[in-house]
């Protein structure tokens, strides 16, 4: 369960600039652990 929320915090900032399609599924995550 850890190990997600690190995840999720590090991929947001790779995938938003690289695909806009990945954006939407990753802001979603990225709010709820933060």
């Known amino acids: 369960m ?3 929320p690190k995840n ?3 991929r ?4 938003l600039p690289r695909s806009k399609k990945h ?3 990753i802001h979603e995550h990225g709010k709820i652990p933060l």
């Open 12 to 15: 947001p900032l790779r995938c």
């Open 2 to 4: 850890k190990g997600k």
């Open 8 to 10: 999720t915090t590090k």
């Open 23 to 25: 954006q939407v599924p």
